[in-house]
């Protein structure tokens, strides 16, 4: 692994902390993993060849306390940080202060994190490399006043959207000039609390489209490549529900093209390490718009893995160690489908609100198609503190018909028990006529599934 990843401090926690540990392993790299006081019985703690408590609960007082990361990595010899996803994953200076610090950073450079992490700069340098824009403003404001002009200019409906954030928050969408300012100040006051910066940009608003994902990777040697797209469509409040690849929506050209835009991006910026980034796709007019890029590993990256046979997690520590790219973009993908269901603790039928508790039975299903990741098990204290995820499933198949049949039948066997899951909304949406035809859009999941709020 080359001689600057010898010793990796895991700045995450469960599932995807589990993930990057277990690809250290077989790299022969060391880990030291860290956890809050509320993750004292998560599995990534016994994997790790060292573990340290960093703090309380609280994610503000522990793994978002990149001080305090520093500190334990200095303190335990490691020379690398690997952020995952969440948490300091995209925070430009996070990636700054470890290289200040002689620490190597899984990920980008600093500089193409906060290029990247403010939405109007982003937006900028994608239309700049000729890559399509969704119509909006070029600036950001913190003042409904003097964003009103634009908002009329663009045209309504519009999106709200935090210029310094993403995942749904500091997002609202105001269908007219009525509703535009309280949208505003309700945007402004979650980007606000969210990212600890209130500024809102302005996007012209899609009722019904795709959401695609094309995965990319940089090295520091100029090398880059795609990894085709991921479907990402099935979403609730703009939080991704299913992810799978390919997309069912996707003519070939189109496909092609927004990969093509994609790379063009990856180039210009020079990006290293793992991304993806992300496109609006209008299925009626066949145009797709730049929305923004993640520069990190996504949760939804085993899709990709399973389709190509690459392993991701285990590719940022090569790229990171300074290594070119061991894989070329791939095949255009062809017959080979693949499907991920997030299994989360949450209550489909009362809002998806959070239901943390003990999981008296955990029986995930296993066969040849079906890969699961998870750090959960039997009798697993699920904590209130966080993210509600308890693992993802993946369906692998020849055919997207298989892998819907193989899907239904994996989720038939998932016995869980302890706290309601999303395990039988899953069931349900994999029963209906639009999911299986692919006729679906961003909006769908609210609009077709009842929810007693």
Known sequence: MGETVKRVLVANRGEIALRAIRACRRLGIETVAVYSTGDTNSPHIWAADRAICI?????RDSYLKADALLEVAKATGCDTVYPGYGFLSEKSAFASACADAGLTFVGPRADQIALMGDKVAARRTAASLGVPVVPGSEIGFTSALDAA????????????KATGGGGG???????????????FEQATAEAEA???????????????????????????HGGAVHLWERDCSVQRRHQKLVEEAPSPSLRPEIRRKMAEAALALVRGIKYENAGTIEF?????????????????????HPVTEMIFDVDLVAEQFRVAAGERLSFGTPAEPNSRSAIEFRINAEDSKNGFRPSPGMLTTWRPPSGPSIRFDTHVYQGYQVPPFYDSMLGKLIIVENSRNEAISSARAALRRFEVR??????????????????????VHTRWVENSFSEAE
């Open 55 to 59: 703090g309380p609960p609280a994610a």
């Open 149 to 160: 002009p634009f908002a009329h200019q663009i045209g309504y409906p519009l999106l709200l």
């Open 169 to 183: 928050r500091g997002m609202r969408i105001a269908s007219c000039a009525a509703e535009f300012a309280p949208q």
């Open 194 to 220: 969210a990212f600890g910066q209130p500024e809102i940009y302005l996007e012209r608003f899609f009722s019904k489209v795709r959401h695609i994902e094309i995965q990319v990777f940089g090295d520091r």
């Open 280 to 300: 609006i796709y209008d299925t009626e007019s066949g145009q797709f718009f730049f929305i923004e890029m993640n520069t990190r590993i996504q949760v939804e």
């Open 418 to 439: 302890g706290v309601p899951t999303t395990v039988q909304f899953h069931a349900e949406l994999l029963s209906r006529p639009e999911f299986a035809a692919g006729d």
